[in-house]
């Protein structure tokens, strides 16, 4: 199969390698121009709970008119990054191919949308990978627990077991669902609860816990997402939000969510597909978020610095 993903940073090169690995023609596309220069030059190398590998099979370039048409292409940026790499892709996919898009937060699809047809888009979560660039062409991850994907509009087609067989046999733990939208919506209340709760008082996901103000502030705004999932009608797999993510914080008690380590690096977050997404969808609904209300602005004003900064 030949593959492109854009969007090659910490998850996208692990998606790269793995499948290239598994003897797949993969292309990456990265606007980065330093890690598309070594992963040329001396192969994409990938480390940590996959094992230690060098892909020198991995062609990588900053131009995707390079690439041409493609069966699969993986859409691996950031959230807000999505649209522009959606309308970039346009020559490579192929009248047969497949999107599969794999983002934190709400409104992957929506932004695809803005820029084609959605008819052939899969979306997908990734869930305990700890993933991180260590220097052009080098990624590293800490684990690597399941990538969950599905048809945008629902059920289990044979298309998505075909897309599902590839990166299991590239060695992935992926999964087929019936209802994406679902699993979407079960991390998303996740990373509402760590995201910006843990980035406005820089602690890690147990320190957050283990702090009662804080950690009441962080319940507070994961119930105004539930409230919305709930008068959206949103299925969930549990009657207990509180259990559930305080089961999921848990088991990563160390973890600094990636929102914090974007504010740590001075790089804008993907608060707007995250906390920020809740005020909108409340204010739709006639639901009131002063929790999100206050974290979003709080974030706002810090990334509004780090903008100014790069300018
Ligand atoms: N890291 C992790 O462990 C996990 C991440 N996720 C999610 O996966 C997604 C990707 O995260 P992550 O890999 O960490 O992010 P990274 O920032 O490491 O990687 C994204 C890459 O996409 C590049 N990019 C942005 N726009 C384009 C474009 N139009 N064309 C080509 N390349 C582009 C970026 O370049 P530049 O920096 O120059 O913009 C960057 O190199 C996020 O939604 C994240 O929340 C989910 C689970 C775990
Ligand atoms: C740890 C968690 C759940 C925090 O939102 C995450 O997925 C992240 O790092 O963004």
Redesign the pocket.
Same mark, same amino acid.
């Given at each position: 199969m030949k593959i492109a993903v854009?969007?090659?940073?910490? #998850?996208?090169s692990i998606y790269a390698a793995l499948l290239a690995d598994a003897g797949h023609e993969v292309w990456a596309?990265?606007?980065?121009g330093a890690?598309v220069d070594a992963i040329n030059a001396k192969g994409l190398r990938v480390e940590g709970a996959s094992g230690d590998r060098t892909v020198t099979s991995v062609r990588a370039t900053t131009n995707i008119a390079d690439v041409g048409v493609c069966d699969l292409c993986i859409l691996?940026?950031?959230?807000s990054?999505v649209g522009?790499?959606a309308q970039?892709a346009a020559p490579v996919i192929g009248p047969d191919a497949m999107v599969l898009t794999?983002?934190?937060?709400l409104g992957a699809g929506e932004r695809i949308a803005q820029h084609m047809p959605t008819d052939n888009v899969l979306l997908g979560v990734?869930?305990g990978?700890?993933?991180? #660039?260590k220097s052009p062409g080098h990624a590293h991850?800490n684990s690597m627990k399941l990538i969950r994907i599905g048809e945008m509009g629902g059920g289990v087609t044979d298309r998505l077991k075909r897309v599902e067989a590839v990166w299991q046999e590239a060695g992935f733990n992926a999964k087929a669902f019936e209802n994406i939208t679902q699993l979407i919506w079960e991390k998303f209340l996740c990373n509402v609860t760590f995201s910006a709760p843990c980035t406005t008082f820089n602690v890690k996901v147990g320190e957050l816990m283990d702090h009662p103000d804080q950690w009441q502030i962080a319940i507070g705004a994961m119930l105004e997402a539930y409230t919305i999932a709930q008068a959206k009608g949103v299925p969930l797999s549990f009657d207990d939000p509180v259990a559930y993510v305080t089961a999921f914080g848990a088991g990563m008690p160390k973890a600094r969510p990636?929102m914090l380590l974007d504010h740590m690096a001075g790089r804008v977050s993907?608060l707007d597909a995250i906390n920020g997404i809740v005020p909108i969808m409340g204010r739709e609904l006639a639901i009131s978020t002063p929790y999100n209300n206050t974290l979003t602005a709080i974030l706002r004003q810090r990334e509004a610095a780090f903008e100014k900064k790069t300018l």
């Open positions: 854009i969007g090659a940073g910490a #998850m996208g596309v990265d606007t980065w890690h691996a940026t950031k959230a990054g522009t790499a970039a794999i983002q934190n937060g990734a869930d990978f700890g993933a991180s #660039m991850h990636s993907e």
